[in-house]
Structure formats: C-alpha cells, structure tokens
C-alpha cells in the first residue's frame, strides 16, 4: 500500500470550485427534464381530478433550480473555494482503478453469472490493490463466491443471476 | 408486556443474537454502514415473518451503533459518521493504553442512551400514535413538510446544497406510474423504469460505494491500538461513570430531540460532545483522552439512533436513513407504519420495542465480551474487505427485485454519493426524500383535493397550523439565525 499512502498530496486535478459549478449544472439539467416532462404531463389542475400528475414533480424541478442557482451564483462568487481541492490526480488515479473495474464487474455479472464474475472481481481487487499472490486472491474470491452460493441458491432460495458455468453444473 | 412474550421464543432470541453480532461487524468494517447493511440484509428477511425479521434488523442497526465506537476508539476511523465525535477523545484515551476505559465508557453509555431512548418509546408511542389517528392528509402533509423542514434549518452546511439533494430524492421518487392518474411520469419510454427508483438501490450505491471510494482515494494506514477489555477494568470504569451523570443528562435529551425530529444521530453526536465541552469544569482538556468527551458522542448517538424509530412506526416518518430502510422494509412486508399499526399490528409493535430493550441489554453484553475477536477483524487488510463488500453490495441490489438495471443503478448512485460526499452535499435528505416522495406527493394531492387547490387548508385547524408554522420557522431558520446575528452585532453590547 506504500504507493498508496500519499495520494492526498501531489498535483491537484480539479478544485471544489470547478465541481461545484458542475455539479450545480448536472443538477439544473436534471430540473429541466422534470419540469419539460411535468409540463407534459399537465402541470395544472383539473377539474374532478385535482391536481395534474405533473403538478408535484414540476414544483419540485422548480425548487431544484433555484437552490442549484443559488449553488451556482455562490461557487462562481467564492474564490476562496478555489484554493480547496476536490481531488488530487494520484487520488483520482486510485478512484478510477477501484471505479473501473466495479463497472466492468456490474455490467459483466448479468452476462457471467453473479458468482464467477465475483470470483475474478475479489481474486483481481486483492492482487492488485493488496499485492497478494493471485492464487491467495483467487481462493478468497472462490471461497466468498460459494459461501454466497450456498446461502442464497440453497439456504435462503432467492435466485441470482447465474452464467453458462452454473448452467454446466446443473443449476 | 405481551411484546416480550413474543421475542423470548428461542427463533427470535437466535435471530436477535445474529443480528447484533452482524450489525457490529457492519458497524466496524469501513464503507458499510447501518443503512445499507439493513438494506442489504432485507431481501434474506422476506422469508421469514414480518416481526422476527423486523427483530433481527433492528438488532443488526443496534449492533452497528455500538460496532462504530470500536474502530474509532482503537483505530481512530470511525466506522459511521455518527461516531467521528467519539475519535476526538477516544483515539487519545486508547493511545495513553486506556483503550479499556475509553471502550467501557463508549459501550456504557451508548447502552445508557439507548435504554432512555427506548423507555421514551415505550411511554410516548401509544400517546402520539393515538393522537396521529385523528390526522388527515393536510396534517400528514404538514408533518412531512415539518421533517424536511428541520433538514434545511438545522442541517450544517449549505441549506441549498441540503434542498437541492431533498429535490433530487423526489424527482426520483416521482419516477414511474403516477399512483392517482395512471400516467407514466418520466420514464422515457424504458420499461425498466415504469416502477421507478427504488431507495434500497440508491442507499445500497450512495452510502455503500460511494464510502469505499472515498475510503480508497484516502489510502488506508491502519495505525492501530491493542485492546483486551477485562473484568476488572469495566467494572472501574464502571465506578466512575455516575459522577458524569449531568454531561449523560443532557447528551440523553440532545439525542433523544435530534432523533425525533430527523436530525439524526451524526449532528447529535457532535453537539453533545460541543455541549460536554462548554459545560465540562474540564473543558479544556477535551480532545487530549477526557472520558467526558467519550461518554456525551456515544450516548446522544444512541439516543437518537433509537429515538428515530418513535416517529417511524406511529407516524411512517422516519427520523434516520436507517430508520428509513426499516420502513421500506414494512412496506414490503405489507405493514403500514403509522397509527393504525398500533390497532392492528399490536404484536408487532410491542415485539419490536420489546426487542429494543433486550436487543441494547445483549449488544452490551456481546461488544465487552468479543472487543478483541472484532479488532481482529480489522486487522484484515482493507485491499481484501472492499472487493468483498462491493460483491455483497451487487448481491444486495440484485435480490431486490432480480433485476440487473438495479445493479446497474446502484453504481450510478455510488458515483453520486462519492461527489456528494465530497461536496458535502447531505445525502439523508435525498434517501428519505426518496423515500417518503410517494407518500408526501399523495397526502399533498389528497389535501388539495378536500380544498378544492385551496392551499389555506394547511392553516384551517389548530393543530395542523400548529405542525405547519413550526415547519415554516425550521424551513426559515437559518434566515432567522442570520437576522438576528445582524441585529446583535449592529448595536455593540
């Protein structure tokens, strides 16, 4: 982990500032979609029905784009909060290698099977991050793999989503 | 007392054994947290009845307050946010090798906590469920808008960033089939999303992920403490404690408030120590291994760890993400939180306060007996538990409803609770918006309705003014604080 240790120091990536700006935009975008949506629902009132099914909803997008103005105007006013750093690049770096391979994992499961793509998931986290003999890994991820097994596919009966491989073996 | 009767049959005490050995586990391993361990967890429980399944959450809950405290006080990583409060004074006590006195002192008090919490429950319940019976939809509607109100006005941090996350937790709330009409609602078309968002995703990816990202990004050195807790040295501690009852006093009564009103138990804990620390004839030495400041964290987190169950069952309204979790989890089981389950569900209800009482007695029991077995299992090296725990976290997210676009989801959320995270954008605001979306959009629609989009409805009666007004003042509150800062500092004293 001795690599791992500093990552709060070096360069810096990007500022608190610059996400906050982001963010603020991300969520202005989102409270678009509500309110263009509401309004096609009917934003109004009807008659017998009451309030439309858009009505809520458009109230809500409303408040999210004043409080993210608000969040905007603030953050692009403070330059203070451009000294802070959101986060630095050996850190980002280290996000991505623990981000990456859970989204190769989360997309990989539904095609693999939730056990064998947890297997190599676990075996790969500890041999990389953790610097363990890979057989080492692979055991630990083979042994959580079967302990999940047998808890939900025997003990507990709740279905998981199951590969060619547990196919092989009969399940 | 039938509710006893209940939980003492030996399936139930073994399920109440397991939960708080699990909760203590999830309370200690970093990234996993109350929340999303009783999220994770809640898809097992379908299986079995409602009260014992709702007995073993709630001990798993239980067990993580008490499971924070020792990763904290050993290591100084406080394994949940509400027991960062307990590093300031605790990490130190540990490091002079009071470790045992610092632990004896954490277990004690969260215990003593819980327990007022608890009996405040027993008595306050049947009154305030008897009393919400006479509510209709405008003073269910005010009573949402009072608990998102106290958000905003005692929420540290930005009160935009706190409304912007509240708003982002309805607009996914309002996703899917509008319940009145019928009409889909943002869906855009995708099958996947005509049943909307569910929250147990979103908890399992904001709060699950998204802390080990942000625990991998901050590298982990584990700088650890040994700890054995004997006899001996518990029943010294022991000695000294009650000379601290005024600071255990008031930390009961922070608790006790943040819990009901949906402060939580993370800004209790803080105030109480800040409170400890003013008040203490010692205050100056906190920070530097004051058992004071181990005693007020630990029993005002527990306090309004328990006390956020009161408003849950006889109003619906959580007071904690947790809490939030363990409403979801009667929604399932076809229970309906709020006064009715008083009438209808008795055993229930008194099964789970039952559960309480005897759930915190063996927490105790457990965490002074097994300390050094779950500093153990922090030894394992974090390279190790964080893949495991992201795999437990897919399994969680998947038994849902057997659906991959939940996993799917789940990491869009991690991702979203990473940023939020670091912006300090608060994340309990969004959940329980998520939530509780569903119910205060309806018991809105439903008042408008009897008014005819009259919104002066919300000010016809005494009572619902009443709940409203205190709303609006919490809503405004950060206004009111600023004002009369201004005024005070205008004209020198």
């Known amino acids: 982990m001795s690599e791992h240790e500093n990552s709060s120091a070096g360069p810096r990536l990007v500022s608190n500032r610059t996400m906050d700006i982001v963010v603020a935009l991300v969520l202005l975008a989102v409270a678009a979609v509500v309110i263009v949506d509401s309004l096609r629902l009917g934003a109004g009132w009807r008659p017998i029905e009451g309030p439309a099914a858009g009505y809520f909803p458009f109230y809500i997008g409303l408040l999210l784009t004043i409080s993210s103005v608000v969040t905007l105007v603030r953050a692009f006013l403070d330059r203070a909060g451009g000294e802070k750093t959101f986060v630095t690049k050996p850190a980002f770096r280290l996000v991505l290698a623990v981000l990456v391979p859970l989204v190769v994992y989360i997309v990989v499961l539904g095609f693999i099977g939730i056990y064998v793509a947890s297997a190599i998931y676990i075996a790969l986290f500890m041999w990389y991050f953790g610097k363990y003999p890979i057989l080492r890994g692979a055991t630990i991820g083979v042994a959580v793999s079967v302990a ?13 989503p199951k590969g060619p491989f547990e196919e092989f073996l009969g399940y | ?51 014992s399944a709702i007995i073993m959450l709630s001990c798993i809950y239980w067990g ?89 006005g005692m929420g540290r941090g930005s009160p935009f960033k706190t409304l912007a996350s509240m708003c ?58 040994q700890a054995k807790l004997n006899m001996k040295a518990v029943l010294q501690t022991w000695k000294k404690l009650p000379q601290y009852w005024a600071t255990s006093l008031r930390s009961c009564l922070i608790g006790c408030w943040m819990g009901i009103t949906p402060g939580g138990a993370t800004p209790a804990s803080f105030m109480s120590y800040g409170l400890a ?7 100056d030495n906190f920070g530097k291994g004051e058992i004071e400041g181990v005693i007020a964290p ?14 849950m069952i006889t109003l619906g309204i959580p007071g904690s993400p947790t809490a939030a979790v363990l409403l979801g989890g009667l ?42 077995l779950f500093a153990a299992i922090l030894r394992v090296p974090f390279s190790a538990i964080a893949p495991a725990i992201m795999v437990i976290c897919a399994v969680g997210a998947y038994t849902i409803n057997n659906a991959m676009f939940d996993v799917w989801m789940m990491g869009m959320f991690g991702i979203i609770g990473y940023v939020f995270n670091k912006l300090s954008y608060p994340l309990p605001p969004l959940v329980l918006a998520l939530v509780l979306g569903d119910m205060a959009e309806s018991s809105f629609r439903q008042s408008m ?45």
């Open chain 1, 148 to 160: 999940l097994f047998l808890m939900f596919e025997v003990w507990f009966l709740v279905p998981l």
């Open chain 2, 1 to 51: 007392m039938g509710g006893f009767a209940v939980v003492l049959n030996p399936f139930n005490l073994l399920l109440m054994l397991i939960g708080i050995l699990l909760g203590v586990i999830i309370g200690v391993l970093p990234g996993l947290g109350g929340a999303n361990g009783v999220a994770i967890l809640l898809p097992l429980t379908f299986t079995m009845p409602p009260t």
């Open chain 2, 64 to 152: 993580a307050l008490f499971g924070g405290a020792i990763t904290s006080i050993l290591f100084n990583i406080p394994g949940e946010p509400w027991s960062v409060a307990t590093t300031f004074d605790g990490h130190p006590m540990a490091k002079q090798g009071r470790a045992d006195e610092a632990l004896t002192a954490a277990f004690t008090s969260s215990f003593v906590g819980a327990l007022v919490a608890v009996i405040l429950i027993t008595f306050l319940a049947p009154l305030v469920a008897k009393f919400a019976l006479k509510f209709g939809p405008p003073e269910f509607f005010a009573v949402q808008f009072l608990t998102f109100a106290s958000f905003i």
């Open chain 2, 168 to 225: 982002l937790g309805f607009a996914l709330a309002s996703v899917g089939l509008d319940t009145v009409t019928g009409q889909l609602r943002m869906t855009f078309g995708t099958a996947e999303l005509l049943t909307g968002f569910k929250f147990l995703t979103a908890v399992i990816g904001l709060f699950g992920i998204g802390e080990i990202l942000a625990s991998m990004e901050s590298g982990l050195a584990f700088a650890g403490t």
């Open chain 2, 277 to 283: 620390k003013r008040f203490s004839k010692r205050g």
């Open chain 2, 298 to 311: 630990e029993t005002a987190a527990h306090a309004a760890g328990t006390s956020a169950l009161l408003p």
């Open chain 2, 331 to 372: 929604l399932i089981w076809g229970l309906q939180p709020g006064p009715l389950l008083f009438i209808e569900q008795k055993d229930f209800v008194w099964g789970l306060i039952a559960s309480m009482y005897l759930g915190n007695i063996a927490g105790l029991v457990i965490v002074l007996t097994c300390v050094p």
């Open chain 2, 449 to 493: 309705l009897m008014s005819q989009g009259d919104l002066s409805i919300f000010w016809a009666n005494g009572l619902v003014g009443t709940i409203f007004g205190l709303g609006m003042i919490l809503l405004f509150w950060p206004v009111i604080q600023w004002v009369i800062s201004k005024a005070l500092t205008a004209k020198p004293a």
